[in-house]
Nanobody
Framework: QVHLVESGGGLVQPGGSLRLSCAAS????????MAWYRQAPGKERELVAT???????NYGDSVKDRFTISRDNAKNTVYLQMSSLKPEDTAVYFC????????????????WGPGTEVTVSS
């Protein structure tokens, strides 16, 4: 079983920056794709960014050119560097990962962290 724990959330002014981290404990699992999602109050969960095990990245339209996702496979950690933050970025940010048992690529399992709050306000 994989456990994900996010950290780094907090209060920041518009235009500021914040870096989120998500540490994964994987044991006998192999981590494949990882992603960040967010959910603002009263809104639907939204994809923020994805990153494959090989480092290929994709971003949601609302965060392109402002956010950067990265990962350190040795540390089993994924990061989200957020810059030029806007009030609409306020949300709970969730770490997501897909994994499989080492040596057994299927089935693949999906895991979620408990979330970390980001508030962008003057």
């Amino acid at each position: 079983q994989v456990h994900l724990v996010e950290s780094g959330g907090g209060l920041v002014q518009p235009g500021g920056s914040l870096r989120l981290s998500c540490a994964a404990s994987r044991s006998i699992f192999s981590i494949d794709d990882m992603a960040w999602y967010r959910q603002a109050p009263g809104k639907e969960r939204e994809l923020v960014a994805t990153i494959t095990s090989g480092g290929n990245t994709n971003y949601g339209d609302s965060v392109k050119d402002r956010f950067t996702i990265s990962r350190d496979n040795a540390k089993n950690t994924v990061y989200l560097q957020m810059s030029s933050l806007k009030p609409e970025d306020t949300a709970v940010y969730f770490c997501n990962a897909h994994a499989s048992l080492v040596g057994i690529p299927y089935p693949r399992y999906e895991y979620w962290g408990p979330g970390t709050e980001v508030t962008v306000s003057s």
